[in-house]
T-cell receptor, first 115, second 110 residues
Framework: DAEITQSPRHKITETGRQVTLACHQT?????MFWYRQDLGHGLRLIHY???????NKGEVSDGYSVSRSNTEDLPLTLESAASSQTSVYFC??????????????FGPGTRLTVL | GIQVEQSPPDLILQEGANSTLRCNFS?????LQWFHQNPWGQLINLFY???GTKQNGRLSATTVATERYSLLYISSSQTTDSGVYFC????????????FGKGTLLTVNP
């Protein structure tokens, strides 16, 4: 079955370290997204991609970067982790069919703690 | 950007009760999704409902796009319905990026 996976599921790191969170989908979806979820804020969009070599900033992109070298993967990098980036991170994907149908499907999430 | 407001923020029910959750949005949209986040944190797709009414078992949803709201109905609630319910709509002039409401925390007691 097609799915979307994230790794690691849990990560503890130290302030200032570079961290990369992986996201892999097997639906062959063009669109991929990264969100963070924090108490009181719901889910907020960090970065997104509409296809290979395409990346765009979302609502809360400072301190994060992404790259899209193939359809299946959109890794999220924290260049220099800060305590404010302690959060739960969700990856999502959707089709880009040219029509209106673009339901997003979410991965299981990565819980990141920055000490 | 588009604003999404959900109500109520918290809801406590006894098992077997019915409930209605509401999602208001500030601008015209051409799609809307409802999600359930279970106590383990997993986001589960409930409905993709740009307009009209859909039903899936004990859950149903109605979106009235012209009036900028959507309703999620839960009938005969069960303890497994507990969790946070989110609605999300497209934002930033795109069909693909989603803006989420802050959710409704539902607790169903046995």
């Amino acid at each position: 079955d097609a799915e979307i996976t994230q790794s690691p599921r849990h990560k503890i790191t130290e302030t200032g370290r570079q961290v990369t969170l992986a996201c892999h989908q097997t639906w062959n979806h063009n669109n991929m997204f990264w969100y963070r979820q924090d108490l009181g804020h719901g889910l907020r969009l960090i970065h997104y991609s509409y296809g290979v070599q395409d990346t765009n900033k979302g609502e809360v992109s400072d301190g994060y970067s992404v790259s899209r070298s193939n359809t299946e993967d959109l890794p999220l990098t924290l260049e220099s982790a800060a305590s404010s980036q302690t959060s739960v991170y969700f990856c999502a994907s959707s089709e880009s069919p040219g029509g209106p149908y673009n339901e997003q499907f979410f991965g299981p999430g990565t819980r990141l703690t920055v000490l | 950007g588009i604003q999404v407001e959900q109500s109520p923020p918290d809801l406590i029910l006894q098992e077997g009760a019915n409930s209605t959750l509401r999602c208001n949005f500030s601008d015209s949209v051409n799609n809307l999704q409802w999600f359930h986040q279970n106590p383990w944190g997993q986001l589960i797709n409930l409905f993709y409902i740009p307009s009209g009414t859909k039903q899936n078992g004990r859950l149903s949803a109605t979106t009235v796009a012209t009036e900028r709201y959507s309703l999620l109905y839960i009938s005969s609630s069960q303890t497994t319905d507990s969790g946070v319910y989110f609605c999300a709509v497209p934002s930033g002039g795109s069909n693909y990026k989603l803006t989420f409401g802050k959710g409704t925390l539902l607790t169903v007691n046995p």
